[in-house]
Nanobody, 123 residues
């Protein structure tokens, strides 16, 4: 059975950095992604990594500030978040899928989800 577990959230001042971790187990996943949901807003895609092609995509709002990396030995995906802004405040979720069909920004295309980790950026 597939399992996804995030860690690494916290509180930071604007301009600071945080690194989120996501460990996936149970299956071989074709992609893993990061989503976030701020209060009163819909969940949005932040970044995705496709493992077979080694392609990474980012939302425009985080390009140049966030970076995805992975540790194959530990089956772990990381999201390094630099130059954080108050508008980055949200619950961050890691998601994985075995097929990764359709648009990566559509949460319905990911079938395995973590419980979420809170990121709070103060001004």
């Amino acid at each position: 059975q597939g399992q996804v577990v995030e860690s690494g959230g916290g509180s930071v001042q604007a301009g600071g950095s945080l690194r989120l971790s996501c460990a996936a187990s149970g299956y071989t996943y074709y992609c893993m992604g990061w989503f976030r949901q701020a209060p009163g807003k819909e969940r949005e895609g932040v970044a995705v990594r496709y493992f077979r092609t080694d392609i990474t995509k980012y939302a425009d709002s985080v390009k140049g500030r966030f970076t995805v990396s992975q540790d194959n030995a530990e089956n772990t995906l990381y999201l390094q978040m630099n130059s954080l802004k108050p508008e980055d405040t949200a619950m961050y979720y890691c998601a994985a899928d075995r097929n990764c069909l359709g648009s990566w920004t559509n949460e319905k295309n990911f079938h395995y989800w973590g419980q979420g980790t809170q990121v709070t950026v103060s001004s």
